[in-house]
């Protein structure tokens, strides 16, 4: 009788361990994949504040040639703590900005980043990011999909 207990255990031991080999192989990857076929970007800028602590600003060019639609939910800059989209809206003579996710991208045409439209306000800025240096900026769509690109970063009085 001891014999088929164990042999009952064993058996439910090893079902168990198939299971849970099968569930581990099914689970989706932590990682995202990088790149975005059909998606280019130019003209990447940030632009540094005239004030030392304050926000600086990301404006860039984007086309998407690639066969899904592109939707844009979030930004990420290298030697900043944030990043987040914002739209310039003005209503009656008066200008604000509010944030702005997601963006979708329309196909085949290109999409601008642009002083008084869409940007991406940078907070929390290193001091090693210097007028003449780039840095590496990240936007990652709805699903995963990341795009990395380079930015010139540009001093407050420099053309935007």
Do not use: W
């Not at 280019?40 to 060019?61: C, E, K, Q, T």
Request: glycine share 12%.
């Amino acid at each position: 009788m001891k014999s088929t207990i164990l042999a009952g255990a064993a058996l439910a031991l090893a079902g168990l361990a198939l299971a849970s080999c099968n569930k581990e192989s099914s689970e989706p990857a932590e990682a995202a994949p990088e790149g975005r076929p059909g998606v280019s970007v130019s003209d990447a800028r940030l632009i540094l504040p005239a004030v030392s602590g304050n926000p600086g600003v990301l404006y860039f060019d984007i086309i998407d040639n690639g066969d899904k639609p592109s939707v844009i939910r979030a930004a990420d800059v290298v030697g900043a703590q944030s990043a987040s989209i914002h739209d310039t809206i003005t209503t009656d003579g008066n200008t604000s900005m509010s944030e702005s996710l997601p963006v979708n991208l329309p196909k085949g045409t290109t999409f601008k980043f642009e002083p008084g439209g869409k940007h991406v306000m940078v907070m929390g800025l290193d001091e090693s990011l210097e007028a003449g240096g780039t840095t590496e900026v990240t936007i990652t769509f709805l699903g995963g999909d990341k795009l990395s690109f380079p930015a010139d970063v540009k001093a407050a009085g420099d053309a935007r």
